[in-house]
């Protein structure tokens, strides 16, 4: 009806400033949103009204941009699968196949259910496994700040001491004080080492040989690597399921799959399970084939499904099972790792005290 010109006024607007890495999309805003956009369309809801109201509810600029974008698309006549095919790394491989397929079969807000759930339970995986780890971090970092600041402020007083005496000091004792120098005299230089060596290990993480390496090493870690198995295990046979159930195709079902996993090793597994499937082969056939990867069980009940014409609820309730294992894992590794911390500060503490007290002990016996 009429158009007006707005004039900005000057300086910086803060609301315009758009930080990407702050912005992001997390795992769980989109479980609120297929959840709640699911039960709006349970209701009666029109799938516009549904994503105004959720617009409204969200704080997350960049979402509802998104959001924004995928109304006026459905308002032009495009499909959601398609339009939120336009948002990769919002709405990854698993949404868009499932979408579509409820769109086809009528059951979107049954689909979008199913969706949450799926993104809920790898949600649930993801928080167990850091929660594990986050007291052994919280510890480690608080070791290395005390030792740094020891270094810095305790241990040039007695080397003081040590010169003065003019004692023949012992090898532990010359690499603290080794330690202690170079962070006093090189403390800036060091600090930027340590920040250059993490940011080409942020990138080269990203190449594959160095990923297929560091999967590698991790998959064989005591107690860490049955738990990283589990956990793709887990992974794996929900998304399976999910995707089997809404009607996807078996090699489409794989390919998401192998976006899903992290791990090369089992990315690598599920291509060639493609392949095999391509040729006529079972896909319990891949499985029972990669024991080292997957356990014994998975290939077996997968085989049990696939001859039932069950496959779907029985890779449901192997993600279950291994969910399960997963859970009780994680609680046992919290208590495996206090003591082996114990341990390890224990052992710092004493080689320390041992470095810087032997040389005054020699000193000592040399009075008497």
């Known amino acids: 009806i009429s158009i007006k010109e707005v004039k900005g006024k000057g300086g910086i607007n803060l609301n315009n400033i758009s930080l990407p890495f702050f912005n992001q999309v997390t795992l769980s805003e989109k479980i609120i949103f297929t ?6 369309l349970s209701a009666g809801l029109s799938l516009t009204r549904a994503l105004e109201i959720l617009q409204k509810q969200s704080k997350n600029s960049t979402f509802n941009k998104i959001m924004r974008g995928i109304e006026d698309d459905l308002n032009r006549g495009v499909t959601l699968s398609d339009s939120m095919k336009k948002y990769p790394k919002v709405f990854s491989g698993l949404f868009v196949p499932m979408i579509r397929s409820g769109e086809e079969s009528g059951t979107l807000s049954k689909t979008l259910g199913e969706i949450g759930i799926n993104l809920k339970k790898s ?7 850091k929660s594990a780890l986050m007291y052994p971090s919280i510890i480690l970092i608080a070791i290395i700040l005390i030792g740094v600041l020891m270094m810095i402020y305790v241990v040039p007083t007695l080397t003081k001491t040590f010169k003065e005496m003019g004692t023949t000091l ?3 004792t010359k690499f603290v004080l080794f330690i202690s120098d170079s962070l006093n005299n090189h403390l800036v230089l060091i600090i930027s080492l340590v920040v250059t060596l993490g940011i080409v290990g942020y990138f080269a993480s990203r190449f594959a040989q160095v990923q297929k390496i560091m999967n590698f090493i991790v998959l064989r870690i005591p ?3 049955n738990l990283v198995k589990e956990v793709n295990t887990a992974r794996t046979a929900r998304t399976l399921s999910s995707l089997l159930s809404s009607g996807v195709d078996m090699s489409r079902a794989l390919s998401i799959t192998e976006e899903v996993l992290q791990n090369f090793y089992y990315k690598e597994l599920i291509r060639k399970s493609i392949t095999s499937i ?11 084939e ?3 990867l997957y356990p014994v069980m998975v290939g077996e009940m997968m085989e049990v ?4 014409g069950k496959l779907s609820p029985m890779l449901l309730d192997i993600a279950v099972f291994y969910e399960g294992e997963v859970d009780a894992k994680t609680k046992d590794l919290s208590t495996i790792i206090e003591p082996v911390l114990m341990v390890f500060i224990g ?3 004493g080689f320390f005290a041992v470095s810087m007290l032997s040389p005054m002990y020699s000193v000592m016996d040399n009075i008497k």
């Open 347 to 349: 052992g710092a503490v």
């Open 223 to 225: 107690v860490i690597g």
């Open 290 to 292: 990669n024991t080292t």
């Open 35 to 40: 959840n709640n956009l699911s039960g709006m």
């Open 170 to 172: 012992p090898k532990s």
């Open 123 to 129: 949600y649930e995986l993801n928080k167990k496994i």
């Open 305 to 308: 499904g696939e001859e039932t």
């Open 278 to 288: 391509e040729k006529g082969l079972t896909l319990s056939n891949s499985f029972k």
